[in-house]
């Protein structure tokens, strides 16, 4: 009893620093945004409060010299100025504590490096274009994102290394420029696999969609698992992120319904690795789904 009266008084800091774990320990959701006009706007995605980060895709077009060019389906026309409306979501985005990235890639689109010069003028490209350089026409407008994302898709690997270091020395110079990668689930990836070496990536969102080798099967989490923990013990990144399609429709394959993600999936993940959260293609699937609310806690 006297014992009891003695520590109770530090019942209260046990609880706090008990809460402070468990909020260190909560992940992130990451959610790419511009694939599809009925998704509802950029600002309308990052006023949900679902979201730590959203990914703007594509920069679809870019490198063996070309004019590089952005695709945001439906909801804006970039090329005649019609995109930088962006800006003041971008502003309402960040505001909000919300990451804003661009996408270089994806699944279509003629793109790829031809040479470490050509990496180069991507990068200051991007600079001026996309982040804290200047340019009289940049596609966004003003507004100034927070970092760059590689979603590699299709071509050949060669000059991403150098693109992610050019765009890392612009962090020396002042402002932190965030480098986000999205490889496939299969170790090691063939499009990022020598830029993902070179240990620059804050945070590497790994798909694993599209995949049946590693991708989660009716119940089964075995492949993802194992490939979850090959590539957190094989890529030097700051965090890694479970790349999940938000609904059924996202993706062929690879869809974990909540209920799984939240017993069976996301415990395993937890333990291994420097988890960071979800990342969710995309924020169309995910409101007609409404996968992010019915997870958040969870993740
Ligand atoms: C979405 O999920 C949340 C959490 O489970 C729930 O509260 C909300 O009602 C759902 N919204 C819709 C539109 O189903």
């Known amino acids: 009893?006297?014992?009891?009266?003695?520590?109770?008084?530090?019942?209260?800091?046990?609880?706090?620093?008990?809460?402070?774990?468990?909020?260190?320990?909560?992940?992130?959701?990451?959610?790419?945004?511009?694939?599809?006009?009925?998704?509802?706007?950029?600002?309308?995605?990052?006023?949900?409060?679902l979201y730590a980060y959203v990914i703007v895709s594509f920069l679809s077009t870019f490198g063996n010299g070309q004019a590089p060019v952005l695709n945001l389906a439906g909801h804006c026309d970039p090329g005649s100025g019609g995109c930088t409306g962006l800006s003041s979501d971008i502003q309402t985005c960040q505001t909000q504590g919300v990451k804003v990235l661009l996408s270089l890639g994806g699944g279509s689109g003629g793109y790829g490096l031809s040479s470490t010069d050509d990496a180069q003028s991507v990068a200051t490209y991007l600079w001026d274009n996309f982040l804290g350089g200047s340019?009289?026409?940049?596609?966004?407008?003003?507004?100034?994102?927070d970092g760059i994302d590689f979603d590699i898709e299709t071509g050949n690997s060669a000059h991403y290394d150098e693109l992610a270091t050019f765009l890392s020395q612009h962090s020396a110079q002042g402002q932190k420029v965030i480098l986000t990668a999205a490889p496939q689930c299969p170790y090691p990836d063939a499009s990022l696999g020598p830029a993902l070496q070179t240990g620059l990536f804050d945070n590497v969102w790994i798909q694993f969609y599209n995949n049946p080798p590693c991708q989660y099967t009716s119940g089964d989490?075995?492949?993802?698992?194992?490939?979850?923990?090959?590539?957190?013990?094989?890529?030097?990144?700051?965090?890694?992120?479970?790349?999940?399609?938000?609904?059924?429709?996202?993706?062929?394959?690879?869809?974990?319904?909540?209920?799984?993600?939240?017993?069976?999936?996301?415990?395993?993940?937890?333990?291994?690795?420097?988890?960071?959260?979800?990342?969710?293609?995309?924020?169309?699937?995910?409101?007609?789904?409404?996968?992010?609310?019915?997870?958040?806690?969870s993740v």
């Open 221 to 297: 989490a075995s492949n993802l698992q194992s490939a979850w923990n090959t590539w957190t013990s094989s890529v030097k990144a700051g965090s890694f992120y479970l790349g999940l399609p938000a609904s059924q429709d996202a993706a062929s394959g690879g869809y974990v319904p909540p209920g799984d993600l939240t017993s069976t999936v996301l415990p395993g993940v937890k333990g291994v690795g420097s988890y960071g959260g979800i990342m969710l293609w995309n924020r169309y699937y995910d409101v007609q789904n409404n996968y992010s609310s019915q997870v958040k806690d």
């Open 135 to 145: 340019s009289s026409s940049r596609p966004l407008g003003a507004a100034v994102l």
């Open 1 to 49: 009893m006297v014992a009891k009266l003695k520590w109770s008084p530090l019942l209260p800091l046990l609880l706090l620093l008990a809460g402070m774990v468990g909020m260190s320990r909560a992940g992130n959701i990451a959610v790419y945004w511009g694939q599809n006009g009925n998704e509802g706007t950029l600002a309308d995605a990052c006023n949900s409060g």
